[in-house]
């Protein structure tokens, strides 16, 4: 009995020393990097579409200073802090590298077909058409993507404006606005800062004013090489400029705006626009307060303060005398306060004229019946 007994006990030993030893050798099996991909599902991917996890490319891409250098020299940084893509909007959302890489399936990767980092940049910016459909087709009628397809490869696309891998809410700080565009608008961004709206944006963090794409819009970018554009600007104006209940926040006037529709200028604009591609030669707000360097209309360096007002209105009218200016009320409408004498003649017009006219009338009907009259009061003696 007894050797049978250390036969027994022999084969036990012998099977737990193989399980140890094959539970050990697929762990690390599992980790050769030269095994295929694994295939999981992705958030945000249509059902039974393969997907490469996000951990099998970051257990290369989130080496420090890992790198390639391209055709052209450059070099390009390949390396991802897992850190800044899952605080970004994509990674928070859940989305995997492959659905923007999404020629990238096997590894070792295939090479690099770009020449340079912005050949790269512009051979992925069209993935984002992918899930941005709608905003990506607005950027096709863009000044941006106009200066693009004329040959200008520096021209923005989404990645400049929005980033690669740490794409965030591009309105949060409001501030972070103009200094996104000021990556490439760097001259116009200085002056921004210098005006009524940027002095109140960057400076006293007031959110209510405009910043760059409230005037030149978010995809579609427009701007003042654009005819329609300048033509079609007081209606751009218009939308802080004639709402009441944000204008009485500031003390400002609506009035600014209904005056300038009223008067001469803007009458001619209104007509203007229904022939939007034609040149005109019409003045509209930004004709005289300046575009990015507008200010408060009592600040020295204002193109409307009484001083400047002449060389404003000589761009148009450049044979105006200096007594020019003294017809202009501002954007005041008459009144006891503002221009009284206009007030006054204005109102004894009001009076004036209908009863001129009323008069007239009354006298026309009594001349009319009173011949009707006399005609036949000489048939009945006749």
Excluded at 176 to 188: A, D, G, L, W
Aim: charged letters at 20%; hydrophobic letters at 30%; aromatic letters at 8%.
């Amino acid at each position: 009995m007894k050797p049978i007994r250390k036969i027994g006990l022999a084969g036990i030993l012998c099977l737990a020393f193989l399980t140890i030893i094959l539970t050990t050798y697929q762990p690390a099996a599992a980790q050769t990097p030269t095994e295929p991909p694994p295939q999981v599902e992705q958030p945000g991917r249509t059902s039974g579409q393969p997907g490469v996890s996000n951990e099998y490319c970051l257990s290369c891409h989130a080496t420090p200073d890992m790198r390639t250098t391209l055709p052209s020299g450059e070099v390009l940084f390949l390396t991802v802090d897992p850190e800044v893509y899952n605080n970004s909007v994509h990674g928070q959302q859940g989305y995997a590298c492959v659905q923007c890489h999404t020629g990238i399936r096997e590894f070792p990767h295939l090479p690099l077909e770009a020449e340079t980092r912005r050949d790269l940049s512009l051979n992925y910016y069209q993935s984002c058409a992918r899930c941005h459909q709608a905003m990506y087709e607005k950027t096709l009628d863009s000044v941006h993507q106009q200066a693009l397809a004329e040959g200008n490869e520096n021209a923005a696309v989404c990645t400049d404006c929005h980033g690669a891998h740490d794409v965030q809410d591009p309105a949060v700080p409001r501030t972070h606005i103009p200094e996104t565009c000021r990556r490439c608008h760097s001259t116009i961004y200085e002056t921004y800062t210098d005006s009524v709206h940027g002095e109140a944006l960057i400076g006293e963090g007031n959110p209510d004013v405009p910043t760059c794409i409230d005037c030149h819009g978010v995809h579609n970018v427009s701007g003042p090489s654009n005819q329609p554009f300048h033509l079609f600007s007081p209606q751009i104006c218009a939308r802080c400029h004639a709402d009441e209940d944000l204008m009485q926040k500031y003390g400002i006037s609506t009035n600014v705006f209904e005056s300038y529709v009223a008067d001469f200028h803007g009458t001619t604009v209104i007509f203007d626009q229904s022939f939007p591609d034609q040149e005109v030669n019409t003045p509209v707000c930004i004709d005289c307060h300046g575009v990015h360097d507008m200010r408060k209309v009592d600040e020295q360096e204002s193109q409307v303060m009484k001083e400047n007002l002449l060389d404003t209105c000589r761009k148009c009218h450049p044979d105006a005398s200096p007594s020019f200016t003294d017809a202009w009320l501002s954007h005041y409408q008459p009144d006891r306060e503002h221009y009284p004498a206009v007030y006054f003649t204005n109102l004894f017009y009001k009076f004036f004229i209908p009863a001129v006219l009323g008069g007239m009338a009354i006298f026309v009907v009594g001349d009319a019946s009173r011949r009707i009259l006399n005609r036949r009061r000489k048939k009945n003696h006749e």
